[in-house]
């Protein structure tokens, strides 16, 4: 029985081997069109931890295995974990699901075969169907680093990427099929934020409109510049621009402003240039602000009487170009030029609103009571029994929506627009997904909000928290328990929401909570707990 034993597994591993063959090799000798893989957007703060990422894909054909191969930014991110939990994978429990990562070198690669015995068999992912949704085939978490830089980061599945090199790859009954890569992106809240105001105006008026340039910046400023691209048939800039009636503190050595209005096509480009200290360092500078925006510009528009003849709205760009001495939006710290996040500005006429539905994507229930956050501005409304949202009063413009909540991955929609004009916009349906169960998730047995080691839920949790993500202090024995809001995740807001419960009368955590329970859509760990033994 052992010799035969032995022999079952030997021809295993040669099946094992040759699948493994076809998920990385290069050549591949089937490309569809309809087959795609594609990586979600997420958000996150410097020092959160375990954000989740997913990637889906559409399939023309039941795939037997598949394998991924992405790349990731190190100076931002650490992948903590690359795997099937959560998706709509794990329920078919599958015999391999082999994740490497490098965080050194920022690449995460994975292979998944559903049966190693009878690897071109029946156990196989099943075809889209048409007009189906795509389908979660990986979830990573991401760990955002304290220094993490603010702004968009990419995330890119890469073909020939880590060692040895993998591909992204689907195989149909030992064919090897190349299916089309969409990326991802990942924003860090704060870093070097560059912003102008939004403001309302009316057309034709000989009141002209204050615009504030507004910085976030974690180290001090040695100077910066600013260029800001508008319609100039529609806004008229009234006066120079300039530093008074601002947060700038320090008289500046070099200053100069001017407006460029030979690009044609009617647009004009304003051009502002300061520093604090020149030629010689005199230890004059923009203070440090990483939370509250200072102004650092102060503009002033007058809004033609035909400014709103096509549009409620006129834009105010942020604007770089690249080309030798141009002069772009840069800060300038301890001698070095960085790029910040912009965020443009505009000068509105009217407000309008936006509606939607926010449907379960594979199902298309209703899905009450989940968020949806309007990127820029941050306007927020939450969905009703009947799935549906409305924006009421909101400015003119294109925005992306971010859909979310307990039990559901997070999605972005691409640009929407609200017209104005006290007009209503509706986007149609939005679709997210519900995270699945299954799988062998995780069955550890804990209770919201007992963070530390003793058997209440009280301040000391909320200090101890505090300590831990931010101090250095010791980490919680079970970290889902510290997961009080929910999320998944172990950041700011699970303290945010436990005082808030503990003291102004919030809503307490979400269970598990008065008994022992589980969350087997989550990551966290947890090693022991008094309160749940």
Request: hydrophobic share 40%; net charge negative.
């Amino acid at each position: 029985m052992q010799a035969q034993r032995t022999t079952r597994t030997s021809a295993s591993s040669r099946r094992r081997l040759a699948l493994l063959f076809l998920l990385t090799t290069l050549a591949c000798r089937v490309s569809l069109a309809d087959n795609v893989i594609a990586i979600s957007h997420a958000r996150g703060a410097p020092g959160d931890r375990n954000v989740e990422v997913i990637i889906t894909a559409r399939n023309e054909m039941p795939i037997h295995g598949y394998s991924l191969a992405l790349n990731f930014p190190t100076e931002a991110f650490t992948v903590t974990s690359f795997g099937v939990l959560g998706t709509h994978i794990a329920s078919l429990d599958p015999d391999l699901v082999a994740p490497v990562i490098d965080n050194g070198l920022g690449v995460a690669t994975l292979g998944v075969i559903f049966n190693y015995d009878e690897p071109i068999g029946s156990d196989s992912f099943a075809a889209t169907p048409k007009n189906g949704a795509p389908l979660i085939i990986a979830r990573l978490t991401i760990d955002v680093k304290s220094t993490s830089p603010g702004g968009t980061h990419s995330l890119r599945l890469m073909d020939g990427i880590g060692s040895p090199a993998a591909f992204n790859r689907f195989t149909d009954a030992g064919v090897s099929v190349a299916p089309l890569l969409e990326p991802g992106t990942f924003f860090v809240e704060g870093g070097n934020v560059l912003s102008l105001d939004k403001r309302l105006a009316f057309p034709g008026s000989i009141a002209p409109v204050d615009i504030r340039a507004r910085v976030l910046n974690p180290l001090p400023l040695d100077g910066f510049s600013v260029a800001v691209q508008f319609d100039c048939s529609a806004l008229e800039l009234v006066d120079d621009v300039t530093w008074t009636q601002t947060d700038v503190a320090d008289v500046p050595d070099f200053f100069q402003t001017d407006v460029d209005d030979t690009l044609g096509n009617d647009e004009c480009r304003s051009r502002t240039a300061l520093i604090f200290d020149f030629p010689e360092p005199m230890g004059r500078l923009l203070p440090a602000s990483p939370t509250s925006p200072q102004s650092i510009l102060r503009y002033r528009f007058r809004a033609d009487a035909g400014a709103a003849v096509d549009q409620e709205f006129q834009n105010l760009f942020l604007d770089n170009r690249e080309f030798i001495g141009a002069i772009n939006n840069v800060f300038v710290v301890v001698g070095e030029s960085i790029l910040p996040h912009r965020v443009h500005g505009k000068i509105y006429f009217s407000t309008g609103g936006l509606s939607g539905r926010v449907v379960e994507k594979i199902t298309q229930a209703p899905v009450a009571g989940v968020s949806v956050v309007t990127d820029p501005d941050d306007n927020v409304a939450v969905t009703a029994a009947d799935g549906t949202f409305q924006f009421a009063s909101i400015i003119p413009g294109t925005y992306t929506l971010s859909v979310g909540g307990s039990g559901y991955y997070n999605e972005k929609t691409d640009l929407v627009t609200v017209s104005g004009d006290n007009s209503n916009d509706d986007v149609g349906t939005i679709g997210i997904y519900s995270i699945p169960i299954g799988g062998g998730g995780n069955t550890k047995l804990f209770r919201r909000g007992y963070v530390n080691a003793d058997r209440g839920v009280n301040i000391a949790d909320a200090i101890f928290l505090l300590d831990w993500l931010f101090r250095g202090g010791p980490a919680p024995q079970c970290e889902l328990s510290a997961d009080v809001n929910g999320d998944r995740q172990n950041n700011i807001s699970d303290t945010v929401w436990l005082l808030n419960w503990l003291f102004t009368g919030g809503p307490p955590p979400p269970d598990p909570r008065l008994e022992c329970g589980t969350d087997p859509t989550s990551r966290l760990t947890c090693n022991s707990t008094l309160i749940c033994p």
